[in-house]
């Protein structure tokens, strides 16, 4: 188990903070406010972002961050599909094939580690940081201008990160938070 003093970490309440703001989106999503909505998972994503660096320079990282960290992810990432269903079911139509690319690069890894180690992973690799933002990017592009070459870019680079992430999991023998990627796993 884990202390309070263990959960109320700042990077850890930046992480909580997205189990929060899931509720919230959801409302916004309901209630056809798409400013609400994105202003709302700006911030969501920016704490995403933050809880990690805000760990790290700290020293406050945490095998309960990387946890939490797994978590919300999953919540936010199945509020967002939820909202823009909701909020724009058009243009996720139109786009379904990418979307449905980007959600099963997101859960492939998922499954494949809970299938090996009977647990969640928490790898957090560069290549899937890299991959949330470029993901996050195509969506405020896709929602606010229209343009969707950007999501087809982005639901690639989730694909090569997922099998990064699947790889990672083949080859370790152990599971493991926190590995920034499979050249530095190959290197121990």
């Known amino acids: 188990m884990f202390t309070l003093k263990q959960l109320t970490t700042i990077p850890n309440l930046l992480t909580c903070s997205r189990f929060i703001f899931a509720p919230i989106l959801l409302w916004f999503a309901a209630q056809q406010n798409e400013v609400g909505f994105l202003i709302l998972l700006m911030i969501s994503f920016t704490t995403d972002v933050l809880d990690g660096m805000t760990a790290r320079l700290l020293n406050q990282s945490s095998e309960l ?54 647990a969640l992973t928490s790898y957090h690799t560069w290549l899937v940081k890299f991959a949330v933002v470029v993901v996050a990017c195509a969506f405020f592009i896709l929602f606010i201008f229209g343009l969707a070459w950007p999501l087809h870019l982005a639901s690639l680079i989730a694909v090569v990160a997922a099998i990064e992430e699947i790889a990672i999991t083949l080859i370790s023998k152990k599971l493991q938070s926190d590995i920034a990627s499979i050249w530095l796993l190959l290197r121990r």
Do not use: C, E, H
Request: glycine residues 4%; aromatic residues 18%.
């Open 65 to 118: 961050g990387a946890k939490l960290d797994t978590f919300a992810d999953i919540i936010i990432y199945t509020t967002i599909a939820i909202s823009a269903w909701w909020l724009w079911p058009d243009t996720v139509l139109q786009q379904l094939n990418y979307f449905i690319v980007i959600v099963v690069s997101y859960l492939a890894p998922i499954m494949i580690g809970f299938i090996k180690f009977r």
